[in-house]
């Protein structure tokens, strides 16, 4: 079996975890390559209902190794926390099944307080950030300012590097933002509460993928968000801050060698949203709440309400080819099962002109929705599980998607379940 990349499509929340969950059966490996504590994968199997932040999904199989990748924002603090939540409900955790790269930088306190203050002056101009740091992690990364998880094992050199840090972190903190600033005995207190709890995972994951690629294992990598909040690639400046597309995963990974054959775009039967930003197709009102209530949109790490919308065929077609996706899972198709008509938008207007491209972020907000409406099939579907026991209106809606996008749909799910899934290959 080839490596595999699973990927959101549109802004993220589109049920990329419970793939990897269904997934990571044929896999031997999963890895988490961008990102950070700032956005939940869902999962709902044998062992309960959880949100994942920064644990990979294929944490519930056993004989899977999962590992955080060098691009990722490790968050000592929520980590350990997540990996205590999650081992309470009965999940092994060791480090045998969960590595950390030595070579991943470590999200510190200050960059969520960072985060939080710029929110706070940006006032009605803020990103819709979720405060968890992410945006002054990646600044500081890419300034070479971060400790990273193998310095740990050095602690002389650590406390002298942590100290450089804070002297010059606490600059932006006293004088930019007239916040307090950060003590070595803050500091060490920290480290010594959460970042010696993790010290045991940390490892050098490159040589283990390394040894998993020439011994044919199975690798499967999982991204956080999606296309739209890429960092090169989406509604700048509403994106995260770290690239979510399927090419920066063997970067991100630490196996720089890797190919990736297969890459499943995760598309969400209709449209959402959290956070601030363009988003031509969203729903309003009553019809918005409806929606919102049946596919119970909330965000997995804030609990904001989601922003709703019919499926935006621009933008997911954008999406796809972004990732360069070869097949597609629709995911929540039975939330639309209570609707008589099923909108879709098909189109934007963007200056009296009709469009099919995804326009430029700035131009977004001049863009209108073209809705055509589908019909539905107003019955339960969540216990079908073969594509021929679908209504043939869902079909219908499945097949339309399918052939805008112009990639395959092999997996439609109809419920949160792991089971509850229709596998069309």
């Known amino acids: 079996m080839a490596n595999c990349a699973i990927v959101g499509i549109n802004w993220g929340d589109e049920g990329k975890g419970r793939m990897v969950d269904l997934l990571t059966e044929d896999y031997d490996v999963v890895v988490r390559f961008q990102g950070g504590g700032n956005a939940g994968h869902t999962v709902i199997n044998e062992k309960g209902k959880f949100a994942l932040h920064l644990l990979p999904s294929g944490i519930f199989r056993a004989g899977v190794v999962n590992i955080l990748g060098n691009g990722v924002a490790l968050d000592p603090e929520n980590l350990w926390l997540e990996i205590q939540d999650v081992m309470a409900q009965g999940v092994n955790i060791s480090p045998e099944n969960l590595k950390i790269s030595q070579r991943a930088s470590l999200l510190l306190p200050w960059h969520r307080d960072l985060d939080e203050l710029e929110e706070q002056r940006l006032e009605d101009k803020k990103y819709g950030s979720t405060k968890q740091g992410i945006a002054p992690f990646y600044s500081d990364k890419y300034q070479k300012k971060t400790i990273l998880a193998g310095e740990l094992f050095y602690p002389d050199e650590l406390k002298a590097h942590l100290r450089d840090l804070m002297e010059w972190k606490n600059l932006t903190l006293t004088r930019v933002y007239g916040a307090k600033p950060y003590t070595m005995e803050l500091l060490e207190e920290w480290m010594e509460t959460f970042c010696e709890k993790i010290k045991p995972y940390i490892c050098d994951t490159g040589a283990f993928l390394g040894d ?214």
């Open 212 to 425: 998993a690629q020439r011994s044919d294992k199975n690798i499967l990598f999982e991204a956080q968000l999606g296309s739209l909040r890429d960092l090169d690639y989406g509604i700048c400046p509403y994106t995260t801050s770290s690239n979510t597309t399927a090419a920066y995963a063997p970067i991100g990974s630490g196996l720089p060698s890797a190919k990736i054959a297969d890459i499943i775009g995760v598309v969400k039967a209709y449209s959402t949203c959290v956070g601030e930003g363009p988003f031509v197709c969203e729903m309003w009102g009553e019809e918005a709440e409806e929606l919102r209530r049946a596919g119970l949109e909330y965000g997995a790490k804030t609990g904001r309400p989601r922003r709703v919308g019919p499926i935006d065929i621009v933008a997911t077609r954008y999406g796809v080819e972004v990732q360069a996706a070869t097949e597609i899972a629709l995911t929540k198709l039975d939330v639309l099962s209570y609707m008589d008509r099923i909108p879709v938008c098909t189109h934007y207007l963007l200056n009296g002109k009709q469009v099919d491209q995804f326009p430029f972020p700035w131009a977004l907000k001049h863009a209108e929705p073209v809705i055509e409406y589908l019909d539905g099939w107003k019955c339960d579907i969540s216990h079908v599980r073969q594509w021929e026991a679908l209504p043939q209106q869902a079909q219908e809606y499945v097949s339309y998607i399918e052939k805008a996008l112009d990639r395959p749909i092999t997996y439609i799910s109809v419920g949160a379940d792991r089971d509850s899934i229709i596998i069309r290959k």
